[in-house]
């Protein structure tokens, strides 16, 4: 397919920017990655309202919660493997448990950092923040996504959290679609089988999509963005039509995505299912696009897994 | 400098063995809790919440109260003391600490009671949230102060350390934070687990206005507060030097009752050390 690429970080900025001008209570933090979050196109623009919190990460979480408290509406910011698992307790104790307006937007997630390699990727932060009470957490697939979520995640009351990726991502949905804190979307009809991504997956479930219609199957693909909390109906819909589901994620299988879309299913509907992501692994340095491919997170994987389910089906 | 007059120290310490008292009594109905380092917190928070602080027990959320943070949130039990005694909610509820469904958690929870300003209770992060709450006072430009209250042994924490670099950093000379160094943790002397000295001299490293005092001494609690509103530019560390289950005897510097609540005939002997008549 031939895409389009955009970055979410800069769209982030955009809409944080957008975000200062039109409201008095945005404060941004950021732990001293403001180039590369893009946080620091607000704090040009709004010095008083952003605090560089310095490589402190669980000191901003807290920071974070104090302003909260306070009636600030509260961004905060760092690569992934940072914002999360270094800061967890302060997280879960400080806005987690006291539901405070505090949105963690993290940059940098996934394998697709490529060069820096596991120390700074991560595969863990959506399972790490998605077993917390009164969070919500979106995945954007695309740059327009990352925008539509910030902008609703100011206006969201409570903690949230949204992982964006290094690496401009493909573009997969339109600018003027409507976007929605829990509400996933179709991207593609079909009957046979549907495949559902989050992040930069999306555009790969649309590759795989056109091979398996050269092969006549039709499936369906499914943006779900909406982790937490899931888009239950749409998973419902989805498998009610086509019986079977492959999930797709930049992250460890292991609690992602495509976890809490198998958890409402035993529960409540079972199917064949297949998870593509980190097969329970950390990754390396390389390339991104070379780690995806070396890791699986491809559309030939999900050719490969939709085709399994359909057999079982 | 204000000189305080007499009665209203005695007040004070009278508001504080009230405290005491129901300190023994909570911890007691609960059958646990944390006394020792409640006792050892008791004259800071009865100095803050009957004479330094600015609120409405009536009206918690009016804005432009004075902010508490007990970062060290095992005192849960003299905190509540002191909210209920201040009128935040009935005194009777006291007894519910620790029950299922009561607004009093073993830790405070600030989504279930009025006057808990933020949840706490795993150690160390109470004066990053101090931070955050003087920088929304300085952006919206309001006079409220932050009062902080720290245990001794959450200084073992990094996140302490990072929070005292931010504060220095942004000058946030509306706060004023209390360390209640009973020196004992769960397991010894805290210079015996992990040494802290000088920790004077860290809180002036780190940038911070230190006023030493004696923690169980209303006149002293008070002219610090007093002094660290006149600092300008920093902000201010109380290092109160206390005894931890101040004012009952057989809990003094007694280690077993850090965590641990009095069976009923200490029960009785405190209270009556307490001046109760039983």
Redesign the interface.
């Known amino acids: 397919m031939k895409w389009t690429y955009a970055s979410q970080r800069k769209e982030y900025g955009r809409a944080l920017v957008e975000l200062g001008k039109s409201r008095k209570d945005v404060?941004v933090l950021d732990a001293d990655l403001s180039g590369s979050t893009r946080t620091a196109d607000f704090a040009k623009e709004f010095p008083?309202?952003f605090?560089n919190?310095?490589i402190?990460e669980?000191?901003?979480?807290?920071?974070?919660?104090?302003?909260?408290?306070?009636?600030?509406v509260?961004f905060a910011s760092t690569f992934a493997v940072f914002a999360t698992g270094r800061c967890w307790?302060?997280i879960?104790?400080?806005i987690a448990?006291?539901?405070l307006n505090v949105k963690i937007c993290a940059t940098h997630a996934g394998i697709t950092v490529g060069g820096d390699g596991a120390s700074h990727q991560t595969g863990e932060d959506v399972a790490l923040m998605r077993t917390l009470p009164n969070f919500t957490v979106g995945v954007p697939s695309d740059a327009a996504e990352a925008f539509k979520m910030t902008k609703a995640f100011a206006d969201w009351n409570g903690p949230c959290y949204m992982r964006m990726g290094r690496l401009d991502f493909p573009n997969v949905t339109e600018w003027d679609a409507p976007f929605k804190i829990g509400k996933g979307c179709v991207l593609r009809q079909g009957d046979d089988i549907t495949l559902m991504g989050c992040g930069i997956m999306v555009s790969r479930c649309l590759e795989a999509a056109e091979v398996l219609e050269r092969r006549n199957v039709s499936a369906q693909v499914i943006n779900m963005s909406a982790i937490k909390p899931l888009d239950e109906g749409l998973v419902a819909a989805a498998v009610k039509k086509t019986g079977g589901i492959v999930t797709a994620e930049e992250h460890n299988v292991v609690s992602g995505m495509g976890a809490a879309v198998a958890s409402y299913l035993a529960e409540h509907d079972p199917v064949p299912m297949r998870m593509v992501g980190m097969m329970d692994t950390f990754g390396e340095s390389g390339e991104g696009e070379e780690l995806m491919r070396k890791y699986g997170l491809t559309a030939d994987r999900i050719i490969e897994a939709a085709e399994e389910v359909m057999r079982r089906r | 400098m204000t000189a305080y007059p007499d009665d209203v120290i005695v007040e004070l310490e009278r508001r504080a063995n009230l405290i005491r008292r129901h300190i023994i009594r909570m911890t007691r109905a609960a059958g646990s809790g944390h006394p020792g380092g409640s006792l050892s917190s008791t004259d800071i928070l009865s100095a803050l919440y009957f004479k330094v602080m600015h609120h409405r027990p009536t009206d918690p959320s009016w804005e432009d109260r004075d902010r508490f943070v007990l970062s060290k949130g095992h005192a849960a039990p003299a905190y509540y003391a002191a909210l209920a005694e201040s009128g935040y909610f009935p005194v009777e509820e006291l007894l519910s600490l620790r029950k299922l469904g009561s607004r009093l958690q073993g830790h405070p929870s600030k989504s279930k009671l009025p006057g808990v300003e933020m949840s706490t209770g795993s150690l160390g992060q109470g004066l990053s949230v101090a931070n955050g709450m003087a920088l929304a006072a300085k952006l919206d430009r309001r006079a409220y102060r932050i009062y902080c209250l720290c245990g001794d042994g959450e200084m073992q924490s990094g996140q302490i350390w990072e929070a005292a670099m931010l504060g220095a950093h942004y000058e946030l000379d509306n706060i004023t934070a209390f360390l209640d160094r009973n020196k004992l943790q769960i397991d010894g002397p805290t210079e015996k687990i992990m040494s802290l000295e000088p920790l004077a001299d860290k809180w002036k490293a780190f940038g911070w206005h230190v006023i030493e005092i004696d923690g169980h001494n209303m006149r002293e609690i008070l002219d610090a507060c007093d002094k660290a509103k006149e600092v300008r530019n920093r902000p201010t560390m109380v290092l109160a030097h206390t005894v931890k289950g101040k004012g009952v005897s057989f809990m003094e510097n007694a280690l077993s009752f850090h965590g641990k609540s009095p069976n009923d005939e200490e029960t009785k002997k405190a209270l009556r050390e307490l001046g109760e008549d039983i």
């Open positions: 404060v008083e309202h605090f919190c310095g402190a669980q000191n901003m979480m807290g920071v974070a919660a104090g302003l909260a408290a306070s009636g600030k509260v307790d302060q879960r104790q400080s448990y006291p539901k």
